[in-house]
């Protein structure tokens, strides 16, 4: 069982930054792709950005230049750096663990993430 923590949401103005951590329980970065997913009020549940196992990282558009993804594999953690935030990016933040190999999905609780004046 893969169990996933996410901290580091809060209020922040536009144009500021923050930084957000998900913690997994044990080493599955090397067999488990990590994403961050968000969702913004009334909306579907999008991906943000996600890192494979092999290390390569993707992002969608709109956070491109914006959001770095990396992470730590001494910590078992992986961290979305946040900068030039906008309102739009206000949402729920939510880690994800995939199985590169077997459908197995874990999520984690979530975390608000609100940006506003």
């Known amino acids: 069982q893969v169990q996933l923590w996410e901290s580091g949401g809060g209020l922040v103005q536009p144009g500021g930054s923050l930084r957000l951590s998900c913690a997994a329980n044990?080493?599955?970065?090397?067999?488990?792709?990590m994403g961050w997913y968000r969702q913004p009020p009334g909306k579907q549940r999008e991906l943000v950005a996600a890192?494979?196992?092999?290390?390569?990282?993707n992002y969608e558009d709109s956070v491109k230049g914006r959001f770095t993804l990396s992470r730590d594999n001494a910590k078992n953690t992986v961290y979305l750096q946040m900068s030039s935030l906008e309102p739009e990016d206000t949402a729920v933040y939510y880690c994800?663990?995939?199985?590169?190999?077997?459908?197995?999905?874990?999520w984690g609780q979530g975390t608000q993430v609100t940006v506003s004046s």
């Open positions: 890192i494979t196992s092999g290390g390569s990282t």
């Open positions: 044990r080493n599955i970065f090397s067999f488990y792709t």
């Open positions: 994800n663990a995939h199985h590169d190999f077997a459908s197995l999905y874990y």
